[in-house]
């Protein structure tokens, strides 16, 4: 009798036990990380700046969670990329600049979910050698990438693509998503290309880009008194150290008419080979928008003054910078559709954010890599209407460092303890408003290109403390409540001196919390020879 009621609950629970799990296994949510490249906050309408219109980022907003004040750790594109996989500073994963190399080997979330049951995918620029580890699928950009008609490397094999960079990567996240095992939660990894350097727009967009005229920053000008030798010494001037065939779009020819020298050595190539990529047909409609433009540029050159001059560069650069934010928005908006057309919308999350900030001519920049505000923030929305409420807003000091144990939190994973970053789950969902009450961050890649100095320093709710090293030994502190412009270095104001202590003694309880030490700012210089 015994014998006969333990063979039905057996048979009982052989039936039951598997639907039990597989609907557990359901409810892990999906993951759909969304990194742009360069994508400053300043052009995400979400956030307030009034320069562009990017309606379907902002529908993260509105569906979740926008953070006002995330930051990265090193304001690069690799090494922001290492810090992501493995939620730990560079000093400790060793990807300290573009050059260095990665070492694949080494524990990332990606592979922590795969071995958690998750698929994975790496779909767009990841801007590291070797063979992405953690992916199932892996369709990745060579080095930069390009823009029109780009390479892509497809599982190892080097595939030749037609079509628009951004569009393609989109279409091949939602490829791959649609061609996934159902019964398994999945997680990719979508990372844009755009809106980096030299921004090619998609043609469907030049026309209306280049008629647009917008707002100058109030910094435009900046003459960098009351600021250290590595603001006066960064060439990222907009008129200075721009390119003007590769990133304003001079035609080498009209360069040489107008006696305009490059830059870089490789300006006039640059423009050649991003330009020779497109078909004739392409080429004619870039053509066709573009020649006008330089025609009238060709006009009224020689009497414009450096200042007009400087101007004309920041509408040419906000012109083709926003218009490739255009096709990257729209992506978002294709994604999120076809998440709610598959009934995917309410278990997955859907992370967008960018490698970095950037400069939108704030102190006459482009580019990024200081510590300063408009490059140490990232936008950062996250919607998850299983757990996050829609239109909350968030100022904690969050970091790319977290992304990793905050994923795994997400996916019902405890992340190693040897992961730097920390979960923002509780902070997303409302759980918590405890938070860390300061950011630590690192630079290294000097002497390179656009010259910005080796430093490192930290970020707290309202001050902000730097230490420039290598070939200066300059410090410099903010406040950020009083000068959220960074226009006045008050280290040395007496009036600050508690501040400065005060910030000082953080900054050597925070590097120890991290393991870094003037040890490591030597090992990694010596590296440079
Ligand atoms: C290129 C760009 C730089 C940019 C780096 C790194 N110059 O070298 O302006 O800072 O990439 O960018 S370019 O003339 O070659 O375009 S990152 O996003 O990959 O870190
Ligand atoms: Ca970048």
Redesign the pocket.
């Known amino acids: 009798m015994n014998d006969r009621k333990n063979l039905t609950l057996l048979l009982l629970l052989t039936l039951i036990l598997p639907t039990i799990l597989v609907a557990q296994k359901k409810q892990r949510p999906n993951i759909v990380y969304i990194m742009s490249?360069?994508h400053a906050y300043q052009a995400v309408s979400a956030y307030g700046h009034g320069l562009n219109h990017t309606p379907n980022i902002d529908r993260l907003a509105k569906e979740g969670i926008m953070f006002t004040r995330a930051t990265v750790t090193n304001s690069?594109?690799?090494?922001?990329r290492a810090v992501l996989l493995t939620g730990k500073h560079s000093f400790i994963n060793g990807k300290i600049d573009?050059e260095a190399s990665f070492d694949w080997s080494q524990d990332n979330f990606a592979k922590i979910l795969q071995r958690n049951g998750y698929q994975t995918a790496l779909i767009g620029k990841i801007?590291m050698d070797g063979i992405p580890a953690g992916f199932d699928h892996s369709a990745v950009l060579i080095d930069?990438g390009e823009y029109y008609n780009p390479n892509f490397i497809v599982n190892g094999k080097k595939r030749q693509m037609t079509g628009y960079v951004s569009d393609l990567t989109t279409d091949m996240v939602l490829d791959w998503i649609d061609n996934r095992d159902p019964e398994k939660p999945f997680c990719v990894l979508y990372h844009q290309k755009a809106p980096?350097?030299?921004w090619l727009p998609a043609l469907r967009h030049i026309k209306q880009y280049t008629a647009m005229r917008f707002p100058e920053p109030a910094t435009l000008f900046d003459d960098f008194q009351n600021r250290g030798t590595a603001a006066k010494t960064a060439e990222m001037n907009i008129l200075k150290h721009m390119?003007w065939a590769?990133?304003s779009k001079i035609p080498p020819s009209l360069m040489d008419e107008l006696g305009l020298k490059e830059y870089?050595s490789?300006?006039k190539a640059?423009f050649d080979n991003n330009l020779g990529r497109m078909s004739e047909k392409e080429r004619a409609t870039w053509d066709s928008v573009y020649m006008p433009i330089m025609a009238d540029f060709r006009m009224h050159y020689p009497k414009m003054s450096q200042d007009e001059l400087l101007r004309w560069r920041y509408q040419r650069y906000m012109q083709d910078y926003l218009g490739t934010v255009a096709a990257v928005d729209e992506g978002v908006g294709k994604l999120l559709d076809y998440l709610a057309e598959n009934d995917l919308d309410e278990n997955t999350i859907v992370v967008y954010t960018s490698?970095?900030g950037f400069y939108l001519g704030e102190h006459g920049w482009?580019?990024?890599?200081f510590m300063y505000e408009e490059s140490l923030r990232t936008p950062l929305l996250v919607r998850y209407p299983q757990e996050i409420a829609p239109g909350r807003k968030s100022d904690a000091l969050v970091q790319n460092l977290d992304f990793a144990p905050t994923l795994l939190d997400f996916a019902g994973v405890k992340p190693p303890k040897d992961m730097q970053g920390e979960s923002f789950r509780p902070l997303a969902t409302g759980d918590t408003q405890k938070w860390r009450d300061v950011v630590y961050y690192t630079y290294y890649e000097y002497p390179s290109?656009?010259m910005v100095k080796r430093h490192y320093g930290i970020r707290t709710d309202r001050y902000k403390l730097i230490h420039f090293y290598y070939d200066v030994d300059e410090w410099e502190l903010y406040d950020l409540e009083k000068d959220p412009a960074e226009l006045n270095n008050i280290f040395d104001d007496p009036s600050y001196s508690d501040v400065r202590k005060m910030m000082i003694d953080k900054l050597k309880t925070v590097r120890e919390r991290y393991h870094d030490s003037p040890e490591n700012d030597q090992r990694f210089l010596q590296k440079k020879g």
């Open positions: 490249d360069d690069l594109c690799a090494p922001s573009n801007h930069q980096h350097r030299e390119n590769g990133d870089m490789w300006d640059a490698d970095q482009f580019d990024k890599r290109i656009h």
